[in-house]
């Protein structure tokens, strides 16, 4: 017996869509390296989808098929560095326990320019300001290589801001531009 099943209507569930990222870099308050797009959409490859800025203004900008929705965060230099958020935030959503940001997709489409790590353009964003962080290692019993500073600000990452001790005085320190007006933060070591 031979059977025969037709499938109709499924043709455009699948539909791919065009939608064009930009994220402004001017109020990012260190190094701007190699600015990517990475989500959902291409595996989350740290190098898949490179943003450029032909006119130098600060703002990259590239575009990518989407199928329906995507998760995604801006990232710099295959993963080296990447936005962070807390969660709540009206651009974002949390799954897994990671936090991205989210967008729902049914035509092509084009986003308004966002700043780095926000939802919002960067006019709305308070420009950086610069603190020292200092901690003295000096009653600390355990052996270390490394302290490193650790936050909501940087995703509490690990290692990805080490301090210094320069002078061998066991104080070491990190100075950071930082946008936020609070911060939750703890100093570890390796």
Not at 12 to 41: E, I, L, R, W
Not at 133 to 142: A, L, N, Q, S
Not at 151 to 164: E, L
Request: net charge negative; glycine share 12%; with cysteine.
């Amino acid at each position: 017996i031979l059977g025969m099943v037709v499938l109709g209507g499924i043709t455009g569930a699948f539909a791919q869509h065009s939608v064009t990222v930009k994220v402004d870099m001017n109020k990012y308050p260190g190094t701007v390296g190699k600015v990517y797009v990475s989500g959902d959409f291409n595996g989350w490859s740290g190098d898949a989808n490179e943003l450029s800025d032909a006119d130098t203004d600060g703002v990259f900008e590239g575009t990518i098929m989407v199928t329906d929705s995507m998760d995604y965060k801006f990232t710099m230099n295959n993963w080296g560095i990447q936005e962070n958020f807390n969660g709540g935030e009206a651009c974002t959503k949390t799954k897994g326990g990671f936090t991205n940001r989210y967008l729902r997709v049914t035509k092509d489409t084009t986003l308004e320019v966002a700043c780095w790590n926000a939802c919002t353009d960067c006019s709305q964003v308070p420009d950086p300001t610069v603190v020292t962080f200092r901690v003295d290692m000096k009653e600390y019993t355990g052996s270390y290589t490394t302290v490193n500073l650790n936050g909501g600000f940087n995703g509490w990452c690990g290692g990805c801001n080490p301090m210094d001790d320069t002078d061998g005085d066991s104080i070491w320190e990190i100075t950071l531009p930082l946008t936020q007006d609070s911060i939750e933060y703890k100093f570890t070591v390796d």
